[in-house]
């Protein structure tokens, strides 16, 4: 068993060691101009003024939940805790730092050539992506090391990465939102300079903005399923098979950090022509590395095929949730053609088909979900025995989460891409490098929609596996939906997604109306700010982006620790059960809907940009732009923001299993007497 | 046990015997000029052609389901099918003739006082609140008579109830904001002419959709909610307490009736200066008179107060979710005057605030609807038998329902009201009885949110008990989350209101559309149509309606009966109860989402036009156009269709119990195998 933590952790070495070499590559590289390099400054010191900020607020909050943890449930989960709210800050502040250079190096790349701006880029994600999944599997081994084996305290680390996760997506989604609408309601609508105009005081908080929401926070959330994925696979691996139950999902961690880094140096040496083409060659490569390697692992450790089969369920399934997401947010598809040709008829028939794309979009992926649940469960037998069905599911959502390390890389790639346009725009480079950069940001942005619908995926996954996880450890044989309890939890269950995107739409339009405020009072009090004589103040509207984050993530953060943790205590563990299983099953239908309704607005108004439907400044682009502008907050805040809920809910419950079982039901008590 | 089938059934017939006096009464009114009696006619008959054309279809689906129920189930099944889909038809035909009597009236009789155009509007609404409860009663009574109390065939009864709400409810929903949309887009927006200008020649099929989605449509709504709360407690009855559990709710259903029709004498007789007291005065002591009845019948019949406590927990729970209801709808709360101010800023703005809205507004119905549950199940006992409790959560629904008369009463006041005032435009009445006839159209706004919020609340009582004895039903000792059949079912069944919502305003946008185009021709082609010598063709714009509303609501009606039934036979019992549960826990929170969010637009928009933020024409107010105009398919078609939804879905699974007891879970053993 050691031998096995000993590779894990060799392997996880091996992944940061990598992350450093093409940090360091990306270094070497031309920044370019004077001006490229002020802005890059620029965009640079933002970014570290939100992470100082948000540090300040998070060693308050871990230093308070690690005394609570200690009290409330132990020591080891507690230093547990501590080490993957660090691993997960590590990670997130790794990934934004190399972002923030790799952008400038993109931009003057694509002076020469794409292949090599796309190869930067691409190197630039990879950094965060090799830091995410390195991280996690030196944090698990480390820890399963020192606890000898004991898998329960693990839940404190996967907690510390869902604590990190809930400030760094939630708001940097809040962040990137204010910044973004406030820069473009004063900038492009009143203003009427383009967007990326250096002379919009927002303009550098919108581009810090990409980093904070679209790399740490993407970062952040993937960190946290991995891990999850991976604990509570352990978990419930020692309930059924004893050790090989716990080294299976470790190995296979392991051999999908390899297969990662293999996709990650083809996707860099692969002809940059075609950069989509480009992306999938390294992410399917990786795909097909893990499913010969689980193959053979399959045999050897656990002397059949079924893990294998489940593993690729959890591998196929999460790829097709991306690929659907495309077929609903492009605009090669009628979904996107149908909003369009919606908006010449206005903004409201424009935003009632957007909304009814969103939900109609719900259904494949939920389809989808439910053949993994299934496939996973009783390919491994759980017909006979229920946990290794559980066990099996976890193994799905480990295999999903396997080649994490390309699909963060992919995904990241994205912002890297468009603050490389943005930065090319700002410091006046000539049209075919724009061209190059915009090439290389549309592709960025259909990655970025199919990582959102694999998060969402693998989100529901990792809840449904630390449910199982969380339904073992209280020792639940049921949350029987015809007992009351468990269904008035289900209710409760399924109202908290729809109050926390209530709570995170309504804080985006509070911090972006802030900002709205201060690049009004700019404009008006700088003098000389529109000829370039005058100097916006950008630092400030970074200040203004960050100050709203930090402040409006508080209550939806208390109450996703709050509520379950009350209503376990209230009413006991099977009302939590159902409230979980609520949670996740509108979480995912409003993630899912969300995002994708986000996404089909945003390229139903490029799409009309294109020229169809009467092009920019036609009726049907004012439409356009309105579904764009509701669909932001959908898709960057209170969409992703789904994800982070359900986790960190279930993580909850799991971490204060021993609590509930103790003193919960304390209402239910009173009431029975 | 026959004697009190026989009071029920004298009881149910005295309500008819008084709906049918209100209705002559009605009927010798003044129906007022020859332009008022012909415009009233044209409603009329458009209400009638609508009427007519949904009866064939209705003709050929009733055959269809009554010979499927007499092969797959039973003969006595498929008969009380027949009664239950007769009398549904029966009470909405008597309804909406009567209120399309009574409009005209109304509008006559605010030429002389407002009193009296208070009492003949809500007179048409008794009648069809009579008739609702009347034809319930007597259908429950007749059917339990000649099937020698025999309860389980009487779910064919609410399943011919909940096919008809099908039809009235989703078809009616189509229907009227087709015509309310395509009016509103050529005539308001386009051709610059009043809303309810005669030479609109959608004008006649917007009034007509007054009657057949807010009279028709919702009076279908709640005769199956009522019918199938009381079926779902005397099924539920006979196996806890025998007789006396059936009795019980029976009784009290009579008591609801007699103390609707004292509410409503009241109502009528009261002081109509002040039409909302009136309206509240009457509701309120109805449900007092309840209270008092149940507290007697309760220790006479069961001898505890334990049922009462029940009974009242639903009537309090039922009155506040209305109640609750207007703080996020009425202009006078906060959140209305918030989607108002942030208008200012734009369409955009003001869809995200009212999104916001209306996702915020599923917290308190959710716990309110929590604490029903709690409470009924608890104060019966349910901790030590828990059919027992499951019975008290069916008389709660009963209790919320059982003022049901008057409820509806309240209701369809609202459309009539709205009719009398179009009819007092179009027939150019003199703004005196504009005036009446507008304020009494306010009132009505404020009972049709508070109706809305009750028509939920009870759909999800009904639904949860029409549960409850579809557990019963198949033998289901548990419906366990920790099984992925039932996990499954849950994701499968959340999904589903999500996508019925989706195709719901699909429709509306492409028969709004189909009205657009033909009111642009009718412009275009007919010669003098705007200066009042040329006529519209008011009929052709109520068949583009009608036909839409039915061809549009077969897709959605399919998937509501093929989905429970298919998951039913190829992943058993389990899976479906799971599936319910999830459907009612998403379809719930949707319905109040999108009924509230509906709501609070659409006063926003008002509060706007009544000279908030630069009042009509201002920036403001194109803002809150847009929002009204996406809240209509909101709040009068999808949101209402949940209710339908959930509880049609649970009544199949009830009546084809048997069928999937006996071959349900067919994939299942097949994988298994």
């Not at 008829?345 to 993994?372: D, H, K, Q, R, Y």
């Not at 979980?580 to 139903?604: E, F, Q, R, Y």
Request: charged share 15%.
């Amino acid at each position: 068993m050691e031998t096995v933590f000993l590779v894990t952790g060799v392997v996880g070495v091996f992944s940061i060691f990598w992350a450093l070499l093409l940090a360091l590559h990306i270094r070497k590289q031309d920044s370019g101009s004077e001006r490229m390099k002020e802005i890059s400054e620029y965009i640079h010191r933002g970014a570290l003024a939100f992470l100082k900020s948000e540090y300040k607020y998070l060693s308050l909050f871990i230093t308070a939940v690690f005394f609570i943890l200690i009290f409330a449930v132990d020591l080891r989960s507690a230093f547990a805790f501590l080490v993957g709210a660090v691993f997960s800050i590590l990670a997130g502040f790794l990934g934004m730092v190399v972002a923030t250079k790799a952008n400038v190096r993109t931009a003057e790349a694509a002076r020469h050539s794409q292949n090599k701006a796309l190869r930067i880029a691409f190197s630039g994600g990879a950094v965060m992506g090799l830091c995410v999944v390195g991280l996690g599997v030196i944090g698990i081994g480390f820890l399963l090391t020192i606890f000898s084996e004991d898998a329960i305290p693990l839940t404190g680390f996967a907690l510390g990465a869902s604590s990190i996760a809930l400030f760094a997506r939630v708001g940097g989604g809040i962040f990137t939102k204010a910044a973004d609408v406030g820069a473009d309601l004063v900038g492009k609508v009143e203003a009427h300079i383009p967007e990326d105009d250096p002379r919009n005081p927002a303009v550098i908080a919108d581009n810090v903005g990409d980093n904070v929401g679209d790399v740490a926070g993407m970062g952040a959330d993937l960190f946290e399923s991995y891990v999850g994925s991976i604990i509570s696979s352990v978990t419930l691996g020692y309930l059924v098979l004893e050790q090989y139950g716990a080294v299976f999902p470790l190995v296979l961690s392991s051999i999908g950090i390899l297969a990662s880094i293999i996709g990650i140096i083809i996707a860099t040496k692969a002809n940059g022509e075609n950069p989509q083409k480009a992306l999938n060659t390294g992410t399917y490569t990786a795909g097909l590395l893990v499913m010969v390697g689980t193959f053979i692992l399959s045999k050897v450790v656990l002397d059949s095929y079924n893990a294998f089969f489940a593993v690729t369920a959890g591998l196929i399934i999460g790829i097709l949730i991306g690929r659907i997401t495309e077929v609903y947010t492009s605009a090669d598809f009628r979904s996107v053609k149908t909003i369009a040709l919606d908006s010449v008829t206005g903004s409201a028939t424009n935003i009632i088909s957007g909304l009814g794309v969103g939900m109609f979009s719900t259904m494949v992926p939920t389809v989808l979900i439910v053949l993994g649940v299934l496939l996973s469960y009783f390919v491994m037998g759980g017909n006979e025995n229920a946990t290794m069905g559980l066990y099996g599911i976890s193994l799905a959502a480990v295999g999903m989460l396997s080649t994490t390390g390309i699909t963060v890389a992919v995904d990241a790639y994205g912002p890297i891409a468009d603050n490389a346009g943005g930065i090319a725009q700002m410091a006046d480079l000539p049209p075919e490098v724009r061209e190059i950069t915009d090439k290389l940001d549309s592709v960025g942005n259909t990655t970025a929609a199919m990582g959102k619908g694999f998060a969402i995926g693998s989100a529901a996954l990792t809840a449904l596996s630390l449910f199982a996880s969380y339904a073992e450890s209280v020792e639940l044989s049921s949350i029987n939906l015809l007992n009351p309890l468990s269904l008035v939890g289900l209710f409760i269950g399924g109202m908290l997604p729809f109050l926390f995107a209530a709570l995170t739409m309504n804080s985006v339009g509070k911090a972006a109306n802030e900002m709205v405020m201060e690049v009004r009072r700019q404009f008006r009090e700088i003098d000389g700010i529109m000829d370039g004589s005058g100097k916006p103040d950008y630092d400030r509207c970074v200040a203004i982006s960050t100050k709203a984050a930090l402040r409006e993530m508080i209550l939806p953060g208390i109450l996703a620790v709050v509520i379950p943790v009350g209503v376990g205590l209230l009413l006991g563990a099977e009302t939590l059960g159902g409230l979980i299983a609520g949670a996740v099953v509108t979480g995912v239908l409003l993630a899912i809907m969300m995002s994708n309704a986000g996404g089909a607005w945003d390229n139903a108004k490029k799409y009309i940009e294109s020229g169809e439907h009467g092009g920019k400044g036609s009726e049907a682009h004012t439409a356009g732009i309105v579904g764009d502008t509701v669909g932001d907050p959908f898709k960057d805040t209170s969409g992703p923001s789904m994800n982070i809920l359900i986790k960190l809910m279930s993580i909850v419950a799991l971490v204060f299993a021993p609590v509930i079982v103790e003193y919960g039901g304390i209402l239910l008590k009173l009431i029975v007497s």
